[in-house]
């Protein structure tokens, strides 16, 4: 089989398990830069041509869209479609996790847990914004940021307003949350491949800050996740249309709460902390589809 990975970084930890664990299971593999990509449309004759030549005979892709790049990468997963390539990510669902306020109302049509999140049109009555939330301390959070950018903790009624009121005054997006307080700085995420959780990790920040993201100086350890955790992030890769995802929750007094569902979630820190082979379980799921 040939599988085409979308990244624009070979190097990078992710693309670079992936690629050797298609090529562990004797399938023809290469790494596409997507933004390299170019489309060609045309009545029934979609086609992408790559560094002048056209690609064919590719059976499956597996998109490692960064966010920055969202609408482009999206373009070409679409185009791969219209080709009648099987793709990991399907394109509409790629757009839905992007977009974190509809991911929300996705999520919550679902019924399924969420921080009370509250989002605006750049309102100027920023203290109701706040008490709608649930009042500081709050977590606002820009409607595109990832790995933890673009989130500010703001302890106080005050400083909270102060920070919408700049948000707004840029003309950025932002939607503010209720801070969760008993989950004292920790997340957890699962790792879904095609209907199953097969690896998950609890991330915890360090000390003196509140994102867990390991990016952000967090570290991660291995958890079995309780049934109603487990449920709540199979509904949710479900319900978002997502065959591959990284299910990030927050443990609450009143269960498990959905902080985002990430459609090309990192490999790295799993991968330690769990000890299993996710690369390979992404490839296995590609041949059960191909």
Do not use: H
């Given at each position: 089989m040939k599988i085409a990975i979308l990244s624009r970084n070979p190097n990078l930890y992710s693309t670079r398990r992936i690629y050797e664990a298609g090529l562990q299971r004797k399938h023809d593999v290469i790494i596409l830069d997507h933004t390299k990509c170019?489309?060609?449309?045309?009545?029934?004759?979609?086609?992408?041509?790559?560094?002048?030549?056209?690609?064919?005979?590719?059976?499956?892709?597996?998109?490692?869209?960064?966010?920055?790049?969202?609408?482009?990468?999206?373009?070409?997963?679409?185009?791969?479609?219209?080709?009648?390539?099987?793709?990991?990510?399907?394109?509409?669902?790629?757009?839905?996790?992007?977009?974190?306020?509809r991911s929300f109302q996705i999520l919550s049509r679902a019924g399924l847990g969420l921080p009370k999140t509250v989002f605006t049109n750049y309102s100027r009555n920023v203290k109701e914004i706040v008490q709608s939330a649930g009042g500081a301390?709050?977590?606002?959070?820009?409607?595109?940021?990832?790995?933890?950018?673009?989130?500010?903790l703001a302890e106080t009624d005050n400083a909270a307003e102060s920070v919408i009121e700049a948000f707004n005054g840029l003309k950025v997006r932002v939607i503010v949350?209720?801070?969760?307080?008993e989950a004292l700085g920790a997340d957890i995420r699962a790792f879904v491949v095609d209907g199953v959780v097969i690896g998950a990790m609890k991330r915890q920040a360090k000390k003196g800050e509140f994102r867990s993201n390991l990016h952000r100086g967090g570290t991660a350890q291995l958890i079995g996740l309780t049934e109603e955790e487990e449920n709540a992030a199979l509904k949710a890769a479900r319900v978002m249309g997502?065959?591959?995802c990284g299910v990030d929750m927050l443990q609450s007094k009143n269960g498990p709460l959905i902080l985002e569902v990430n459609s090309s979630p990192g490999l790295e820190g799993i991968e330690q902390a769990t000890g299993i082979n996710i690369a390979k379980s992404i490839i296995r799921y590609v041949e059960r589809h191909v």
């Open positions: 170019d489309l060609i449309i045309e009545k029934r004759n979609p086609y992408i041509m790559y560094k002048g030549k056209k690609l064919d005979k590719v059976d499956a892709v597996i998109p490692r869209i960064g966010a920055s790049v969202t609408f482009y990468g999206t373009a070409v997963v679409r185009q791969f479609e219209m080709m009648k390539v099987f793709t990991t990510i399907e394109s509409q669902a790629l757009i839905r996790s992007r977009d974190k306020l301390p709050v977590v606002v959070k820009l409607l595109e940021g990832t790995q933890g950018l673009g989130v500010v949350q209720e801070f969760i307080r997502l065959g591959i």
